[in-house]
């Protein structure tokens, strides 16, 4: 496996087909919350509720639990 090299993917079988292969994967919502950690973004909010109202689906509680994890 090359080091820093993953899969960015949220369907769930991907998930599941890269991890058996070795590949460490990242979702959308993990790539929203490093870009506001990095300072790439000034908020993760904004970003994610467009997501969800163009189709993204998560769950309040998944929601709030990131949006913790960057203090919003």
């Known amino acids: 496996m090359n080091p ?25 919502l993990g790539m929203i919350l490093v870009a506001k950690k990095r300072g790439l973004i000034p908020k993760a909010r904004p970003v994610i509720e467009e997501l969800i109202n163009t189709g993204l689906y998560l769950s309040r509680q998944i929601l709030d639990e990131a949006l913790k994890r960057v203090d919003e």
């Open 4 to 28: 820093g090299i993953e899969a960015i993917i949220d369907d769930l079988n991907g998930r599941r087909c890269a991890t058996l292969l070795g590949i460490p994967v990242r979702g959308t």
